[in-house]
């Protein structure tokens, strides 16, 4: 078996963390993680750099620029859904017609709308934590030596990739570097478009290696 527990791993995190950043705004612990670990650190190379990081305290920092940032690129003047994108009128679909809900539905992912600043479920960062979950599972099949099941889980991830977040998130992530006002969530953007981009390549191969 080509695929390694710790690729499923790196997976997992870099899916974790991205979905994290774009669900809704990020906490003083989220701060604190990436600025403990060098090596999350060298993944937002400009926030790294970032000269109010030295002026001001995380606080400040999150209150003064990065929920500004946030609100900014998430709730008024950028759509992070879907919807918005694959339909002619530019519609959010909020309804049970969304696109994803069934695909949701069929591996028990539940998306708690409230909790995460979203209106409808074919959010980005909803949409990327249905890829870590499913990375998750990938993980427990692994570690049960399932191959069967893992390629039926690598299907479902080269589908949703090909037929859901490959088909719109990289024309909002190149909006969203583009509009960011802080380097943070400029690296995040510049990350998850590497990084879902080569995933999809990733995948791939692996399906390729083990059918």
Known sequence: ?????????NRIALYALISRLMITEI?????????SSAELLELFPNYKNWDKRKEFSNTILK??????????LFLL???????????????IESGGDNPVLALYNSFDFRVDL???RVVSP?????????????????KK???????????????????FLQDHLLNWAPMYLINMK????????????????????????????????LV
């Open 122 to 138: 074919d959010h980005i960062g909803v949409e990327l934590e249905f890829m870590y979950m499913l990375c998750d599972a990938l």
């Open 141 to 159: 099949a692994y570690e049960a030596e399932d191959k069967e099941g893992m390629i039926e889980i690598l299907q479902v991830q080269k589908g």
């Open 1 to 9: 078996m080509n695929i390694t527990k710790e690729e499923i791993e």
């Open 63 to 72: 209150e003064r620029y990065i929920d500004v940032d946030y609100t900014n």
């Open 77 to 91: 003047h950028l759509v992070p859904y879907e919807t918005f994108y694959i339909r002619d009128d530019q519609m």
């Open 114 to 116: 409230d909790k995460a």
């Open 27 to 35: 906490d003083a612990e989220f701060l604190k993680s990436i600025e």
């Open 178 to 209: 583009r509009e960011s006002r802080t380097p943070l969530y400029h690296d995040g953007a510049e990350l998850a478009l590497e990084f879902i981009l080569s995933d999809y390549e990733y995948v791939s191969e692996q399906l390729e290696a």
